[in-house]
């Protein structure tokens, strides 16, 4: 079994709301020096389906991949940028109950809204977590924004999981991916379940000390572990040592494809014990999923 805690595969909005779909290729510039870091090695026949926007295709790429199962995150950020219908990301679920388990997206910028949605969606589609990325509202906030509050208490309320997107990729201002005030909500809120995507890269260290002291904190490193960034070292140590009940692997598609996703995750160096909880056992315990 292998689950994968992260994608937003080219369906519905994805493609017509989301800026997601077509997307750019590392073979697509031709100056080698214009390739931003996040397309470095995006290109082979896993990730077509990303390069024209096609879902069929990205369906026989999950099936060739050998991944069971798939957490389809939403988006819901400022206006301009990728924004997709929550109805559109939790529609996967409901076709395709065993491949998708979709987190939609709040709006940070309106708590009062997000909670509302989050109620709507769970009535409708009982989801399993949101997905928020705090550092791309407007204005942009951190995570430990005292208007976000609410958002917390309710999906503390409904036992639902909140998914940050954190890192340098994750908004204009570093400052709002530091993990001190991930430590500072965390704690306040130390009976809710919180993952991160992308490991609050750069600050790996600071992330993994936090992490160290919160229970509550999973994380998925996706494209900064995958492609072996910098201080990918930092990861691998702690998850062969503490994070290893709290890390999952996720694909983070559409920046890589599945297959080159997982293989690369595969070769890294963890612990013979590591493999059988980072592919599937923490996934499926924090989902409540019936896998042993």
Same mark, same amino acid.
């Given at each position: 079994?292998?689950?994968?805690?992260?994608?937003?595969?080219?369906?519905?909005?994805?493609?017509?709301?989301?800026?997601?779909? %077509?997307?750019?290729?590392?073979?697509? #510039? @031709?100056?080698?020096?214009?390739? %931003?870091?996040?397309?470095?090695?995006? /290109?082979?026949?896993?990730?077509?389906?990303?390069? &024209?926007?096609?879902?069929?295709?990205?369906?026989?790429?999950?099936?060739?991949?050998?991944?069971?199962?798939?957490?389809?995150?939403?988006?819901?950020?400022?206006?301009?940028? =990728?924004?997709? +219908?929550?109805?559109?990301?939790?529609?996967?679920?409901?076709?395709?109950?065993?491949?998708?388990?979709?987190?939609? =997206?709040?709006?940070?910028? @309106?708590?009062?809204? *997000?909670?509302?949605? !989050?109620?709507?969606?769970?009535?409708?589609?009982?989801?399993?977590?949101?997905?928020?990325?705090?550092?791309?509202?407007?204005?942009?906030?951190? &995570?430990?924004?005292?208007?976000?509050?609410?958002?917390?208490?309710?999906?503390?309320?409904?036992?639902? !999981?909140?998914?940050?997107?954190?890192?340098?990729?994750?908004?204009?201002?570093?400052?709002?991916?530091? %993990?001190?005030?991930?430590?500072?909500?965390?704690?306040?809120? +130390?009976?809710?379940?919180?993952?991160?995507?992308?490991?609050?890269?750069?600050?790996?260290?600071?992330?993994?000390?936090?992490?160290?002291?919160? +229970? +509550?904190?999973?994380?998925? %490193?996706?494209?900064?572990?995958?492609?072996?960034?910098?201080?990918?070292?930092?990861?691998? &140590?702690?998850?062969?040592?503490?994070?290893?009940?709290?890390?999952?692997? *996720?694909?983070?598609?559409?920046?890589?494809?599945?297959?080159?996703?997982?293989?690369? #995750? /595969?070769?890294?160096?963890?612990?013979?014990?590591?493999?059988?909880? &980072?592919?599937?056992?923490?996934?499926?315990?924090?989902? /409540?999923?019936?896998?042993?």
């Amino acid at each position: 079994m292998i689950i994968d805690f992260r994608t937003r595969p080219p369906f519905k909005g994805f493609i017509t709301e989301g800026n997601f779909f %077509p997307r750019p290729m590392e073979d697509c #510039f @031709d100056n080698p020096m214009d390739v %931003p870091a996040i397309y470095l090695g995006s /290109k082979g026949t896993d990730i077509e389906s990303a390069r &024209v926007g096609d879902f069929d295709l990205y369906m026989k790429e999950l099936s060739d991949s050998k991944i069971d199962l798939q957490v389809v995150h939403g988006r819901m950020v400022r206006e301009g940028m =990728a924004r997709v +219908n929550n109805d559109d990301v939790c529609q996967l679920s409901v076709l395709y109950p065993d491949k998708f388990i979709s987190f939609p =997206a709040v709006d940070p910028a @309106d708590p009062l809204g *997000a909670v509302k949605e !989050i109620q709507r969606c769970y009535d409708k589609y009982k989801i399993k977590g949101i997905a928020l990325e705090p550092g791309w509202a407007y204005p942009s906030m951190t &995570v430990n924004d005292p208007s976000l509050y609410p958002i917390y208490d309710k999906c503390r309320e409904l036992g639902l !999981i909140v998914s940050f997107t954190l890192s340098a990729l994750a908004g204009e201002d570093l400052r709002c991916c530091h %993990p001190l005030d991930l430590q500072l909500m965390a704690k306040r809120y +130390n009976d809710l379940t919180i993952t991160v995507s992308h490991g609050c890269w750069p600050y790996v260290a600071e992330f993994l000390a936090v992490s160290m002291t919160c +229970n +509550n904190i999973y994380f998925y %490193p996706d494209f900064f572990l995958n492609t072996r960034m910098p201080m990918t070292d930092d990861f691998i &140590v702690a998850i062969n040592s503490y994070m290893k009940y709290r890390t999952m692997f *996720a694909s983070s598609y559409p920046v890589r494809g599945l297959s080159e996703s997982l293989n690369r #995750f /595969k070769s890294l160096p963890f612990d013979d014990d590591v493999w059988q909880y &980072v592919l599937y056992k923490n996934a499926a315990r924090i989902l /409540k999923l019936d896998i042993k």
